[in-house]
């Protein structure tokens, strides 16, 4: 009898485990938001691992009537990477995309000193430019783009970035230089462990000065 209790106390326990296990699972339904009529939603099933950070606002930048800003933050729990797919219409003005894994990353790399974990990527004009973490930190790579009625497709896992086509990446799984998604920092308070944000026509934090138009569309896929 003993050891039938047993047998089914641990069978208890493993179905247990098999359905947490199976209830964690990256959610597929991908995020979508217009930035001319500020449509923004899920198709299919919403999550809450992708979503605006704060309100979807109207730009007041000069040459930037009718278009929109936001700031989309996007959480790796279960998943491996995320697609940014973004479409531009006609010619971008100034910064339109900004994605990166502190909530105070504002460009050219660096964020205030907020956390060291503050790689990021940025689109200024048709130039795109990454910057490293505090780990090693300045401007690591810059390419001319062109984005007249263009788009690309972005993947961002740990200490990886790619983008195109044309396909081209940034891969440091040993000096750590690009996103930290797979820990937490405790001595930086803003870290996140799963968290990366993208600053749609601005920066990720300010927007200030630095923000722009002609990112007509994105699309946030997690895997």
């Known amino acids: 009898m ?17 359905v947490a296990t199976a ?5 597929t339904a991908p995020y979508y938001i217009d930035l001319k009529t500020g449509l923004a939603g899920f198709i299919g099933t919403p999550h809450m691992q992708v979503g605006t950070l704060g309100s979807i606002t109207t730009s007041t930048l000069a040459g930037c009537a009718g278009w929109k800003e936001a700031v989309l933050k996007i959480n790796l ?12 219409e006609g010619l971008p003005t100034a910064w339109t995309l900004n994605i990166g894994d502190s909530p105070t990353n504002d460009g050219f790399g660096g ?3 907020t956390t060291t974990k503050d790689a990021e990527m940025w689109i200024n004009g048709e130039t795109m430019g990454v910057a490293a973490n505090d780990v090693s930190p300045g401007v690591i ?10 788009a690309l497709d972005f993947v961002v896992k740990n200490q990886f970035l790619s983008w195109g086509q044309p396909y081209a990446f940034l891969h440091t799984p040993v000096s750590n230089q690009l996103f930290a998604l797979a820990a937490v920092d405790p001595s930086d308070s ?5 968290n990366i944000y993208a600053g749609l026509n ?10 722009g138009c002609g990112l007509r569309r994105v699309l946030v896929t997690l895997q």
């Open 111 to 113: 964020d205030a000193g």
């Open 2 to 18: 003993r050891s039938k209790a047993r047998t089914l106390s641990l069978s208890v326990v493993l179905l247990l485990i098999g």
């Open 141 to 150: 790579y810059n390419q001319d783009l062109s984005l007249f009625d263009g």
């Open 202 to 211: 601005r920066v990720i934090s300010g927007p200030g000065t630095r923000r």
């Open 23 to 27: 209830h964690a699972v990256c959610p």
């Open 77 to 88: 729990k279960d998943c491996t990477k995320a697609t940014i797919w973004a479409q531009w």
């Open 190 to 194: 803003a870290s996140g462990a799963n």
